[in-house]
């Protein structure tokens, strides 16, 4: 079939890197022996815990109680007995609340966990109550609890769904295993969030280097005329939300504002999955699938994981390291965060584990800008990076906040392009920080 591909303005081709894991099947990890579950796994308030040491749980047992709307309560991923509830280091960088389950390798279920019956059947506020319930979040990497996404003001119009499947990030494969090996599961839960808001439109879109995922998702439609596929070029940030909106829609999304501002709600493909299986079992999300893989990794895989593996464990499985690590690097190399140990736990919003060589792990020393603009170019948020990291590196904020600084995606193209190595996305990140914590004191002094 011939298919025009679309895409955005801006953007940049790194080496995909996805060679060592697109092609192996996603594997099941072994039962880990210890769990560390966070209480924070997401965007929003963390959630309370509602276990103790010495406690049994269940698997699919809630063991954090969400806080407010904007939050997701989590689940226990084994069966056995609560060690610990304590603070542990997490993939932030800093220490967080965590559920810590020495796993008795029975797997016993929770007697809470049943089916939700048939879309068909289910009305939509009990398909969004049920992935409220189930914790889901936006897999991607985002972490956005997914029911809020679902729950729009009512004057917002919303007549668009776009599920991605771009997966544009180098190195990480598993929404394209995913798209392959379960997408039945994807148009189920799809078809779920449709009729959760009442669209009757949507689209899957998927880079153009996933010939096979497009395939495949097509034949899965087939049968469903308000799903369209949609083939998107190959370029970064294509996953980038109102990237892909534009690609998809031709719509734009405005400065500071959301998808829904343009009729829109964009989830991830792996998240459609894990709505279906809520669904279809009334699991909550208490697994996932991370890719693990780089020059340091022995045998990088496509790994299904409960929540709260250690990541070491994750590594151990890949047969370790191949060599010394240069740097660890959770979710992919562009947007990923990078780690200062591998002994914290893998999470909901773990898409990736990435370990670089000492040689990749290299920084090369900055230089003076050369006003050669090739930052400006390729910013897809049509940004003026250069100005932005200037005022920042000097400390002048509130040029920074005119330069759009809040508007930048951090997706790191400008730092990949430049010439002379400014580090311009860390400072950036450092005005976009302060500029919201400004605001935030402004208003609570109100
Ligand atoms: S300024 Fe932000 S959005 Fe623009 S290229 Fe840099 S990181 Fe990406
Ligand atoms: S790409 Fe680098 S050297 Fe070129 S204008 Fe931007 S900051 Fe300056």
Redesign the pocket.
Known sequence: MKMKFVTFR?GIHPPEAKEATEHLKTEKAVEPTIVVIPMQQHIGAPCEPIVQAGEIVKVGQKIGEAQGFVSAPVHSSVSGIVKAVTDVPVATGNEALAVIIESDGKNEIDPSIKPKGDIEKLQPKEIVDAIKEAGIVGMGGATFPTHVKLSPPPEKNIDTIILNGAECEPYLTTDHRLMLEKPEEIVYGLKAMMKAVGVKKAYIGIENNKPDAIEVMLKAIEKEDEIKVVALQTKY?QGGEKQLIYAVTNKEVPSGGLPMEVGVIVSNVATAAQIALTIKTGMPLIERVATVTGKAIKNPKNILFKIGTPVNKLIEECGGYATTPGKLILGGPMMGNAQHTDEIPAVKGTSGILVFDQEQAKQPNPRNCIRCAR?VE????N?Q?LY?SENSLANRMEQAENYRAL?????????YVCPARRP??PS?RVAKNQIIAKKREQKNNK
């Open positions: 801006g940030p930052c390729i910013c897809p948020a940004l990076p932005i508007d930048c995606i951090e997706c790191g193209s400008c730092s311009l996305l950036i």
